[in-house]
């Protein structure tokens, strides 16, 4: 049964090493909203690095999920002190438990705060797709599929929940969003 891959990416006011107190309020959330999210029905898993790898995002080893890349349009910091963004990857059953968990509980709270930890880029912040059981997304995946989208639109391929696919191909709806909503992602 194929499983619906979901990448999220977001370029961040400040470094996450920034004292901030926003920044550290960005960052003190992730523990219990991915601890939320792993909790729900639909989730599959998410990326993580190996047990033991230290360093940044692009020097840790990522096992199946490949070797941590970022979107081109990201020009800010890639060690830990200058890292500004979040990013995730992570495996669902469905269209409708995955929109469940992201707008629903604590990270429906976080993805209220967003503008105060995010910059607005103009690119989509996440980008959805099929994969065949068993197979496990990249993060080249993920960064090639949310450019695609970013240049394309939506397609069976690359998409966000307003205009979603189902894993035949076909236009699905998602909680009242669907082929013929006509708001922007």
Do not use: C
């Not at 901030?20 to 003190?28: G, I, K, M, V, W």
């Not at 604590?106 to 912040?125: I, V």
């Not at 993060?139 to 989208?149: A, C, K």
């Amino acid at each position: 049964m194929p499983q619906l891959a979901l990448y999220t990416f977001g370029v961040l006011k400040s470094p996450l090493a920034d004292p901030a107190p926003l920044t550290r309020e960005f960052h003190d959330s992730a523990e219990p909203i991915y601890r939320t999210l792993s909790e729900h029905p639909g989730y599959l898993g998410h990326a993580e690095a190996a047990e033991g790898s230290r360093g940044a995002h692009f020097d840790l080893d990522w096992g199946p999920w490949g070797r941590f890349v970022v979107p081109a349009w990201y020009d800010k910091g890639r060690t830990t002190d200058t890292m500004a963004f979040a990013a995730s990857l992570s495996l669902w059953t469905d269209l409708g438990l995955a929109f469940d968990a992201i707008y629903t509980g604590l990270h429906r709270a976080a993805l209220n705060r967003r503008h105060d930890w995010f910059e607005r880029s103009g690119h989509p912040a996440y980008v959805l797709w099929w994969v065949s059981d068993g197979t496990v997304p990249t993060w080249q995946d993920g960064v090639s599929l949310l450019e695609h989208l970013h240049d394309h639109g939506s397609a069976p391929h690359a998409f966000g929940f307003r205009h979603a696919f189902g894993p035949d191909g076909t236009p699905a709806t998602v909680k009242g969003f669907g082929p013929k909503a006509a708001r922007p992602h």
